[in-house]
């Protein structure tokens, strides 16, 4: 019954790969993010989805992208992968409510690239 | 540009004691203001969120104060027990409104000793 799940949790790879990390979440929301938390713990905003329209696209390399198949899932997708593409990747959630937008998050994906 | 400061960026304390963790934002324009809490390898919480019109917000043993003139919350943690160790992080919107993305704090990362 887990609210919003994402896997893996770990991934290991080799710098040049591609690689995807999916998102899921059940609780009916209609906007999905997915944040980088990098190894100073700073975590920022990457994308986010609202009704399978990108609204927010902070300035990311485009090696990266979103994909959203239906309301409920948000999957990443990164192209080349880099060294310092090394991070915790969270999906997140939410649905504003009187004016009050309450995110959930996943567990984190630790993406470790060599 | 909106920036989150949260002092200190760790904290070692005995069971039982009172303590703040503070956070201050550069922007006093904010919609609202969220508490998060981390726990090692899972996502973040909610803990608690307080409408830029409310002073305080109240949850058990956790107490969040709002001083949008200036650029200021605290989260007040009562009786600290070890099960309180984690990090805690604060966020407020961009832009103002309550659609923008999450800025974050880098967190307190906060640990009571038994």
């Known amino acids: 019954d887990t609210a919003v799940s994402q896997t893996p949790k770990y991934l290991v790879t080799q710098m040049g790969n591609d690689k995807s990390i999916k998102c899921e979440q059940n609780?009916?929301?209609?906007?999905m993010y997915w944040y980088k938390q990098d190894s100073k713990k700073f975590l920022k905003i990457m994308f986010s989805y609202n009704n399978k329209e990108l609204i927010i696209n902070e300035t990311v390399p485009n090696r990266f992208s979103p994909k959203s198949p239906d309301k409920a899932h948000l999957n990443l997708h990164i192209n080349s992968l880099e060294l310092g593409d090394s991070a915790v990747y969270f999906c997140?959630?939410?649905?504003?409510?009187?004016?009050?937008?309450?995110?959930?998050f996943g567990s984190g994906t630790q993406l470790s690239v060599l | 540009k909106q920036e989150v400061t949260q002092i200190p960026a760790a904290l070692s304390v005995p069971e039982g004691e009172n303590l703040v963790l503070n956070c201050s934002f550069t922007d006093s324009a904010i919609y609202n203001l969220q508490w998060f809490r981390q726990d090692p390898g899972k996502g973040l919480t909610s803990l608690l969120l307080i409408q830029s019109s409310q002073r305080e917000q109240t949850s058990g043993r956790l107490n969040a104060s709002l001083d949008k003139s200036s650029g200021r919350s605290t989260l007040y943690i009562a009786a600290s027990q070890p099960g309180d160790s984690a990090t805690y992080l604060c966020a407020v919107p961009s832009g103002g409104g309550s659609q923008g993305n999450l800025i974050f704090g880098k967190g307190t990362k906060l640990s009571v000793k038994p």
């Open positions: 609780l009916g929301h209609d906007t």
């Open positions: 997140a959630s939410s649905q504003e409510f009187r004016g009050e937008k309450k995110l959930f």
